[in-house]
Every structure is written in structure tokens, then in C-alpha cells.
């Protein structure tokens, strides 16, 4: 059972160690982009599940993906209006993304900016992350930070179970995807809306 300070988290994460702390849905591990395979095999997770690339601000996020300068504004259209939040986009990847982020289809990459204070405070100091719930592979998600330290012995844990902003809603974000022309829904999460109604933005950027 490893439970840190936030400082300490910080210095481990960025040592390429596996973290946990909380978001604005569900506490995740998180790990450094290239070292993302090891989330997989702590959580026992299939490479058809690809992560999430969790960071404190868009401009952070941007050299991560390829796409037209017309796409690229109706990215940021979204992720304007969502961000931060609990909606996350699968977007065309660029060469920068590690081929562990998501083994088996390193063309698309998951990106979020999470509205959680903690998060962002610890990702504006460690840089974008790979994420995912912290929970075993077809398990609920764990919902207190001393349960994933008992779950996960050897990830550094924020210690942050009686502070006051650290609430999650407990229930993942909401994913869609870039089709090229296009939206479509893989999870309904947190944020719920017709994927039609995003051709607002579509339109505003064509």
C-alpha cells in the first residue's frame, strides 16, 4: 500500500512510475505516454482498450494530433466549449503518440482536459499522461484512493481521501470520435447530447 503526498506523486510520475489520483470522474492511473504498457499489464487490461491522454491544457495536446488546419478548428471549437469537462475526443494521432498508448490501432488517439483541481495541478507540473479508471480489467472503478492502494500496492497513490474537492462524479466520460466528415459516439458517459448537434461547430469551421 503506497499512499503520497501530491509532491511526491509528482516526482514519481515523472520518474515514469504508475500514479493514481482523482478526476472529475473517476480516479485514474496515470503513467507518462511512453511508459503505457505498464498500465496494461498492472490492470490486466486487453490492447483492443486503448488509453487516454490526459493533459492540463490544449496547447499541450495539439502536436499529438494530425489533421487539416479546417479540423484542427473544429477540434478546438469542441474542446473550447467542453474543456474542462467530461467529454473525450479520439482523434487522428501523430508520430508523436507512443504505439503503447494504444496498441493495436496507433492511427487515433483519446485526448481529455479533465475539471478537476487536483488533476490539473498535477498534470500542469508532470505533462500529459496516459490515463484510465483505476480498477482492475472488467471491474468497477474504484472510488476511494485508500481502496486503489490496496488494489495496486505498487503505485504511487495521492493520499487525498478527506479533502473536500476531491468528489467525482463516479461515472466515466463521454467518448466520441473524429470520422474524417463527422462524430460518433463509442461510450455515453458523463455528457450527454445528440452527436448531431455538433455540426453547429462543424459548420461554424467549414
Not at 480516479?27 to 483492443?48: E, S
Not at 492540463?56 to 478546438?76: C, F, H, K
Not at 487536483?118 to 500542469?124: K, P, R
Not at 496516459?130 to 480489467?137: I, K, R
Request: aromatic letters at 6%.
Amino acid at each position: 500500500m503506497s499512499l503520497v503526498t501530491q509532491a511526491e506523486l509528482i516526482q514519481k510520475a515523472i520518474a515514469g512510475q504508475v500514479v493514481s489520483f482523482p478526476t472529475d470522474t473517476v480516479p485514474g492511473l496515470a503513467v507518462l505516454p511512453q511508459k503505457a504498457d505498464l498500465i496494461f499489464d498492472l490492470k490486466q487490461r486487453a490492447t483492443d482498450k486503448p488509453l487516454i491522454l490526459m493533459a492540463a491544457t490544449v496547447n499541450e495536446i495539439w502536436d499529438y494530433l494530425l489533421g487539416t488546419q479546417q479540423e484542427r478548428s473544429i477540434w478546438q471549437a469542441i474542446a473550447e466549449h467542453y474543456w474542462p469537462g467530461q467529454l473525450t475526443l479520439v482523434l487522428p494521432a501523430s508520430e508523436k503518440v507512443p504505439a503503447e498508448m494504444n496498441p493495436l490501432n496507433s492511427g487515433t488517439i483519446g485526448i481529455r482536459i479533465p475539471d478537476s483541481a487536483i488533476a490539473l495541478d498535477i498534470l500542469a507540473q508532470t505533462g500529459p499522461l496516459a490515463t484510465t479508471s483505476a480498477n482492475l480489467s472488467g471491474q468497477p472503478p474504484l472510488m476511494q484512493m485508500s481502496a486503489i492502494a490496496q488494489v495496486f500496492p505498487d503505485v504511487a497513490t495521492l493520499n487525498c481521501d478527506n479533502l473536500e474537492d476531491v468528489q467525482a462524479i463516479g461515472k466515466p466520460s463521454t467518448v466520441i470520435q473524429w470520422t474524417g466528415h463527422g462524430w460518433k459516439t463509442l461510450r455515453v458517459g458523463c455528457v450527454t447530447f445528440q452527436v448531431n448537434n455538433l455540426k453547429t461547430f462543424q459548420q461554424i469551421h467549414e
